[in-house]
């Protein structure tokens, strides 16, 4: 399970703008297929919720959760690591260095907001130029349509 500094990681990720007002749901959307890719669950905490607490951007892999005015999202992240059980099971996400210390001392292992953003990119298909072999020729191998209709023949009784 991972528990983010969501405002920390937003700010290590190439396509999207703390300045942007749909930062926090481009940045869930980005976590729900991490989350999907990876099968772990996500808690995400940002500062400065309305009213603070869980979200209704949360679905059943990622946990947003907003602070409210009189707290932030460290304080949040330090309470959630002081109450955790299974500490092995943790990965706290973060660029601040008190957040870091106390998930270490709860023997929690901790990443930096940029190198977990690094994590969370997902897959990309193959460059056209890296799927060509020794000779520049592409290396894709296409059915003809004939072999196509043989296929299907066999997995779906065509006749």
């Given at each position: 399970m991972?528990?983010?500094?969501?405002?920390?990681l937003i700010g290590?990720?190439?396509d999207?703008?703390?300045?942007d007002?749909?930062d926090?749901a481009?940045l869930?959307?980005?976590?729900?297929?991490f989350?999907?890719?990876m099968?772990?669950?996500?808690?995400?905490i940002f500062?400065?919720?309305i009213?603070?607490?869980?979200s209704r951007m949360s679905?059943?892999?990622?946990?947003?959760?907003?602070?409210?005015?009189n707290?932030?999202?460290d304080?949040?992240?330090?309470?959630?690591?002081?109450?955790?059980?299974?500490?092995d099971?943790?990965?706290v996400?973060s660029n601040?260095?008190?957040v870091l210390?106390a998930?270490?001392?709860?023997?929690m292992r901790?990443i930096?907001?940029?190198?977990?953003?690094?994590?969370?990119?997902?897959?990309?298909?193959p460059?056209?130029?890296?799927?060509?072999d020794?000779?520049g020729?592409?290396s894709?191998v296409?059915?003809?349509?004939?072999?196509?209709e043989?296929?299907?023949?066999?997995f779906?009784q065509?006749?």
């Amino acid at each position: 399970m991972y528990l983010i500094d969501g405002h920390n990681l937003i700010g290590q990720i190439e396509d999207i703008s703390l300045s942007d007002p749909n930062d926090e749901a481009k940045l869930v959307q980005k976590l729900i297929g991490f989350s999907a890719r990876m099968k772990k669950k996500c808690v995400v905490i940002f500062d400065r919720g309305i009213t603070g607490g869980k979200s209704r951007m949360s679905t059943a892999t990622v946990e947003v959760v907003f602070a409210a005015a009189n707290t932030d999202a460290d304080r949040i992240m330090i309470g959630r690591i002081k109450a955790a059980r299974n500490v092995d099971e943790w990965v706290v996400v973060s660029n601040d260095r008190v957040v870091l210390d106390a998930a270490r001392m709860r023997k929690m292992r901790a990443i930096k907001s940029k190198d977990f953003a690094q994590l969370i990119k997902p897959a990309q298909a193959p460059n056209k130029d890296d799927v060509l072999d020794k000779d520049g020729r592409s290396s894709e191998v296409y059915p003809s349509p004939a072999e196509v209709e043989a296929w299907l023949k066999i997995f779906s009784q065509r006749k």
